[in-house]
């Protein structure tokens, strides 16, 4: 049996200082108890009848699909609602917008560019909102990675994470604060022109502090990812980030992961994972890559037994359904 925690109730995931550390890691026990719930073919009536918006003003596989199923298969809806299709932010305001849709639906899964929207849908829709993925942040994704961990090791707390890459997106902001949440060690290993913003970084390091953690910005692939226990990272262009590409590609092509970075780590073969929010550019499948080659990872780390990519990637699903539970279902177990 697992206890919901009813404080929880209502509650938006704008970025990850939306949960406390204890929020944060039952979040994770009650995704891992969803899991399991349906791994034993269980769907159940958690959310029966629940109607959940999903807006999304950028593309996305995993998000909206996870999204899509995880209230589905707890007896509930989604709908899925686009720039193109509705007025929102476009004929009508966010404000006004968020005030309609919070009259008829139970939560809000918004996936775009500015996190301003993300906070005007919370504050005017009067249900429960959650980033998927803005400019900013993406606080569920730092779910399922954090999951995909606690799968791998158990215990999280004191492993090291070293994420190479874009140093400053989305991704590279959250797990910067999640891993702090968790007293996870984060090496932020990127060029300078990449850094994150030194405010994010001191907020991140004090609360790394409080357990037991560090937090580091390194340029030096080789030193930044020594005694690294995960391996983490993201496409080196984001959404909304094109006409960057060729800038990126020529800062970060020595921040490839690849063999050589792994073995670095001084833990290949013993404790190490890989993981990527995906999609990536590992071969030679995509329109990016087909002329480049891999990116930001190599094939043989990305199809490794080590890679975690393809069990990070399900759980997006197990983690979406624990904040929609969490947030809209008022049975006291399950
Ligand atoms: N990781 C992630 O957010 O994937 P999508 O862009 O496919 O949703
Ligand atoms: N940083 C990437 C993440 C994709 C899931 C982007 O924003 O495009």
Known sequence: MFKLNHDLLGRSLLNIRSLTDAELEYMVDLAIA????RQAGIRGDLLHRRNIALIFEKSSTRTRNSAAIAVRDEGGHAEFLTGHDTHFGVKESVADSARVLGRLFDGILFRGFEQRTVEILAARSGVPVWNGLTDESHPTQFLADMMTMREAFGEVRGKTMAYVGDGRNNVANSLMMGCAKAG?????????ELFPAEDLVEEARAMAARNGATVRVETDPVAGVKGAN???????????????KAERLALLRPYQI??????????????LIFLH????FHD???DVSRDTGALEVTDDVFESEFSKVFDEAENRMHTIKALYVS????????
């Open 258 to 271: 690849n063999m050589p970075l792994c073995e670095a780590t001084g833990n290949l073969g013993r404790e």
């Open 34 to 37: 969803l899991k399991a719930r």
């Open 277 to 280: 929010c995906l999609p990536a």
């Open 284 to 286: 030679h499948n995509t």
């Open 230 to 244: 995960v391996l983490y990272t993201d496409v080196w262009v984001s959404m909304g980030e094109e006409d960057k």
């Open 184 to 192: 996870i060690n984060f090496v932020n290993v990127t060029p300078r």
């Open 327 to 334: 947030a809209l279902c008022e049975a006291s177990e399950f």
